[in-house]
């Protein structure tokens, strides 16, 4: 018998749907259902894939031209290599032969820190008839920074690099450091001693030299591997624009302070370096790594 329009089966509330009775939804709702059904099958179909731009091809088929270098490049430059020396008479004649046998134009500014071993003699003697060397002496000893700020007066070069009198680095590497400047890459260039190979460089002055590096990169925003790295170069109108108050080892935080509140950014090489002991020359000190630190927090407040 059939369920009468309005009126509620008495068994159905009271135990469930009869047996074998389909439950119908009204007519209505069963259409409202099937539109709802085939709205979400057509939104499934038409829904789009990532938007993708068609690559236009504008150059007409000619090679696009690589963007021009931030400085301009230089034609077989001039380089003015200052070497600060003191008390170096056991090493300074292989350092300058090293460094004049690479293949490049060079102007050689030796200032003499008022040595007492008789480097200056020395240097008077084999050094002072050549057409392209300067010999400059103090007549006290000021220290590393001084005498820089010495050589930086006689310079001529278009590129100015910075040598020690030791062998602790190798100049043979000089071309590869100077490449960058000379294409127009780069204005300061820095060889770092720990993108390279190190060899006999003593646990304390690893930390230190971090500590300094760690310490331009916190103060300055620009990451350096190697402050305290005694091959530095610069275009002479970057370095001649710094006004340097230094006389002892405080030129590596003084001149790196400045290069990079100028705006400049120094570009670093891995160079390989091979420390010397006190007993064979070694000059830096503990007391110049706080020097160092000072000069680094000065110059930037």
């Not at 600060?84 to 056991?90: A, D, S």
């Not at 230094?246 to 790196?256: H, I, K, L, Y």
Request: proline share 8%.
């Amino acid at each position: 018998m059939g369920l009468l329009p309005g009126r509620p089966d008495r068994r159905a509330s009271a135990g469930g749907p009869l047996p074998g009775a389909a439950f119908m939804l009204p007519q209505a709702a069963q259409i409202s259902l099937a539109r709802l059904r085939f709205a979400g099958q057509d939104r499934q179909r038409s829904v789009p894939g990532p938007f993708r731009v068609p690559s236009v091809d504008f150059s007409g088929g000619k090679p696009t031209p690589a963007a021009p270098p931030p400085f301009p490049p230089l034609n077989d430059p001039l380089v003015s290599v200052i070497m600060p020396i003191y008390n170096e008479r056991e090493l300074i004649r292989e350092v300058l032969r090293r460094v004049r046998a690479q293949p490049f134009r060079k102007q050689m500014i030796l200032v003499d820190d008022h040595s007492t071993d008789g480097t200056w003699e020395l240097l008077c003697e084999e050094e002072g008839s050549r057409p392209d060397t300067v010999l400059v002496r103090h007549e006290v000893n000021h220290g590393k920074g001084m005498a820089i700020r010495s050589g930086l007066k006689h310079a001529a070069g278009e590129i100015i690099l910075i040598q020690d009198a030791d062998l602790e680095y190798d100049p043979a590497e000089l071309p590869r450091l100077l490449e960058p400047i000379v294409a127009g890459r780069a204005s300061v260039v820095y060889g770092s001693r720990f993108l390279g190979r190190i060899e006999k460089m003593r646990l304390p002055n690893r930390v230190a030299n971090y500590l300094l590096a760690w310490s331009v990169s916190l103060l300055y925003g620009q990451r350096i591997t190697d402050e305290a790295t005694a091959y530095k170069i610069f275009r002479r109108e970057v370095i001649q624009a710094i006004d340097l108050t230094c006389r002892r080892f405080e030129f590596c935080p003084e001149v790196t302070s400045k290069v990079l509140r100028r705006g400049e950014r120094i570009v670093e090489l891995p160079v390989r370096f091979t420390a010397r002991t006190w007993e064979e020359g070694k000059k830096i000190g503990w007391r110049d790594f706080f020097q160092a630190m000072w000069v680094l927090v000065k110059c930037r407040f």
